[in-house]
């Protein structure tokens, strides 16, 4: 199984639908992250959480929320899709603030908005 | 000027060759640097970290010059397994998070 997982792989959804993706670790690491990836922009970071009671707003965290529901699970909503959310969607984790480790990516959600 | 900035590539190489990209960034309180490497359509993988003293890995070697606020990655004798976008990662003043480049896309021609 891999080290962080992400669901679904793939989605397509509504404009203005509520939309839900997941991701869970088995890394044991107290660090989530979501960065959201479009072509010529690279990664950009949405949101993050260094344990379960704490969130953090990202560069672009409008239109987006998130939950730590447990340190192995942090999700991201979307709570009214657009268009130009269409995009490849990371999670990824790390062990602790000195980032020797770098980051564990999980394999992405590619959304599209129609 | 944005925080990370890379060499905008496409990079096309024979095999065999030596080539490098260059990351340059803005915040000067930066302490950590890594270089990812990305396939098409999947997910970011560490490469490597980047030490002050500079470091290498078999083919690849990492540099920092914090002077100019730059980090390399050289690779030495391509691989067409090397093809991919290369990222470089660099922490916030804070150190809360990283900050990533836009990529630079390597092809490595037979």
């Known amino acids: 199984d891999a080290d962080v997982t992400q669901t679904p792989r793939n989605r397509i959804t509504k404009t203005g639908k509520r939309i839900m993706l997941e991701c869970s670790q088995t890394?044991?690491?107290?660090?989530m992250y979501w960065y959201r990836q479009d072509p010529g922009l690279g990664l950009r970071l949405i949101y993050y959480?260094?344990?379960?009671?704490?969130?953090n707003k990202g560069e672009i965290s409008d239109g987006y929320s998130v939950s730590r529901q447990a340190q192995a699970k942090f999700s991201l909503s979307l709570e009214s899709a657009i268009p130009n959310q269409t995009a490849l969607y990371f999670c990824?984790?790390?062990?602790?603030?000195?980032?020797?480790?770098?980051?564990?990516f999980g394999s992405g959600t590619r959304l599209t908005v129609v | 000027r944005k925080e990370v900035e890379q060499d905008p590539g496409p990079f096309n190489v024979p095999e065999g060759a030596t080539v490098a990209f260059n990351c340059t960034y803005s915040n000067s309180a930066s302490q950590s640097f890594f270089w990812y490497r990305q396939d098409c359509r999947k997910e970011p993988k560490l490469l490597m970290s980047v030490y002050s003293s500079g470091n290498e890995d078999g083919r690849f070697t990492a540099q920092l010059n914090r002077a100019s606020q730059y980090i390399s990655l050289l690779i030495r004798d391509s691989k067409l397994s090397d093809s991919a976008t290369y990222l470089c990662a660099v922490n916030n003043n804070y150190g809360q998070n990283f900050v990533f480049g836009p990529g630079t896309r390597l092809s490595v021609l037979p």
């Open positions: 990824a984790t790390s062990d602790d603030g000195t980032g020797a480790g770098g980051y564990t």
């Open positions: 959480s260094f344990d379960v009671k704490d969130i």
């Open positions: 890394k044991g690491h107290d660090r």
